[in-house]
């Protein structure tokens, strides 16, 4: 049981109430929070919103998402509706917006579709269609069987349902075939299907899981579209394959690449945590010219890193004591 004192702890540590918590102990003190799913632990994660950190903020939207809690949707839509708030910040409220699923956001979210920052658009395109489907025949049976029977492949709530034969459960023999890798490559790659179709074959590809899925998600990353490309960053940060290490060291280094796309490729790089990739995580984390999302996340990273090689349980853990991260710089 959380006490009055622990949410006071965890509080403490997400705002920065001392002024001297570092960035990667707050994130695992909203990460905790995250796993509380409570109206107190919603009311503490849009208090940060304050912050100047867009990572943080972003990190902020995304978590409430992801506890489906009706009560974060004011303190998400105030986000999406900031103009002055960072688009990386505005999108995560949006696609938060969809995660929670409920069907008075998409008027809401049909106000932004025509936005002149192509991430927010786009990120309202698809939630409205994550909402739709999740109220279709198809989305409902896949809803009723994930309550009852069925433990998915990730517990996360995606921005769009994989393809309908790769939804739940071990994929078949034929679903992981190199001609159905092939397919859901080429759904991926057509820029003139609607964007929540291409999604659903990339989380179908992230459920597939093999080497040549990596290699066709990696394919992604020549996309013009930076929500497309930190899209599968972040399934690569969920895959965990050593496979995908090349093509997202490739995306980190980039300098002209979308600050997003290469923030998103730091945390799965961090999560990954081969021991190629520290280096680099510490190289961009101290390259004062990088941009401050791109430094933030390779703290965050770093210490990801280090919690998946040590003997640390979980992550989430900021109620107990976290290895410390190796700052440099």
Not at 196 to 223: C, H, Q
Not at 297 to 313: K, L, Y
Request: proline share 6%; hydrophobic share 40%.
């Amino acid at each position: 049981m959380v006490t009055t004192s622990n949410l006071k702890t965890l509080e403490d540590a997400l705002l920065n109430k001392s002024g001297d918590v570092p960035l990667h102990s707050r994130f695992r003190a909203l990460f905790t929070l995250k796993s509380l799913k409570s109206e107190d632990a919603v009311r503490i994660i849009a208090a940060g919103f304050q912050d100047s950190s867009a990572l943080l903020k972003h990190e902020l939207a995304y978590c409430l998402g992801q506890m489906k809690l009706d009560s974060a949707l004011p303190a998400l839509e105030a986000r999406l509706r900031d103009k002055s708030e960072d688009p990386m910040v505005r999108h995560e409220a949006a696609e938060a917006m969809g995660a929670i699923s409920a069907s008075t956001s998409v008027p809401v979210l049909r106000e932004f579709l025509y936005d002149p920052e192509r991430t927010v658009r786009e990120t309202c395109e698809i939630a409205i269609a994550k909402i739709e489907w999740d109220n279709s025949e198809e989305g409902q049976r896949h809803w009723k069987s994930v309550k009852e029977d069925t433990v998915p492949l990730y517990t996360s709530i995606d921005p769009a349902p994989a393809t309908s034969n790769l939804l739940l459960g071990t994929p078949k023999p034929d679903d992981v075939s190199p001609s159905s890798v092939a397919d859901l490559q080429s759904k991926l790659l057509d820029t003139k299907l609607p964007l929540f179709e291409r999604y659903r074959a990339m989380f179908a590809l992230r459920n597939i899981g093999t080497p040549e899925a990596v290699d066709a998600l990696a394919s992604g990353f020549n996309d013009s579209s930076a929500l497309f490309k930190h899209e599968i960053a972040f399934v690569f940060g969920q895959l965990l394959s050593p496979y995908s290490v090349p093509s997202l060291l490739g995306v980190l280094r980039n300098q002209n690449e979308s600050e997003m796309v290469r923030h998103e490729a730091a945390e799965a790089l961090g999560s990954i945590a081969t021991p190629e990739v520290l280096p680099h995580l510490r190289e961009w984390m101290s390259t004062e010219d990088a941009p401050r999302v791109v430094r933030e996340s390779c703290q965050v990273a770093i210490d990801m890193w280090e919690h998946e090689n040590s003997d640390e349980f979980q992550y989430a853990n900021a109620l107990g004591t976290a290895t410390p991260v190796t700052v440099v710089g």
